[in-house]
């Protein structure tokens, strides 16, 4: 069983470390991916201006009317993007969001729509009552909790589909 590395990057050291993130994939077949909590960001312009034609899809899947929309991060692709853009994407979310709750880079084989409904599944919560919650585990108060809570086979089980995950700790 192969765990998923799992890595803080300080603010004082975050813009370093993600030029070599984004310069070295962790396999081969791996892409790179950002997580970004939307709340975090400007607004949707700034997203849509900084991201230019990368693909991206929010994690919980929800439709602009979602009630969810705006709680859930978005997965935006790094994939097909030189590693300048990336550079300059990271130098300028580093700008507006080194404060949020999700940031990060993620190393993952599946393409994106595959990534999102595995890292989607996890956080959608059914509680008693007909009510649904979301379950936070991207949240960098709460991601570097994983590995001490969980077994390790819970955490290799609940971290499917990973290879690395970097986040900018606050």
Do not use: C
């Amino acid at each position: 069983m192969t765990l998923p590395a799992l890595g803080a990057v300080t603010a004082n050291e975050s813009l370093g470390a993600l030029r070599q993130l984004i310069a070295r994939p962790s396999t081969e077949r791996s892409r790179p991916y950002w997580l970004l909590d939307q709340s975090a960001l400007p607004q949707r312009g700034w997203l849509g201006r900084n991201i230019g034609r990368a693909e991206w899809i929010d994690l919980l899947g929800g439709a602009s009317q979602d009630r969810l929309n705006g709680a859930s991060p978005i997965i935006v692709s790094a994939v097909g993007r030189n590693e300048a853009a990336n550079l300059h994407f990271a130098e300028q979310l580093y700008g507006v969001g080194r404060f949020a709750n999700a940031i990060g880079l993620i190393d993952s084989e599946l393409p994106i729509a595959e990534l999102q409904a595995t890292m989607g599944r996890r956080a959608r919560v059914d509680l008693s009552g007909n009510l649904e919650a979301v379950l936070r585990y991207f949240d960098t108060r709460t991601l570097p909790l994983l590995p001490k809570l969980l077994s390790a086979s819970q955490y290799a089980n609940f971290m499917e589909g990973l290879q690395r995950w970097t986040y900018l700790d606050r």
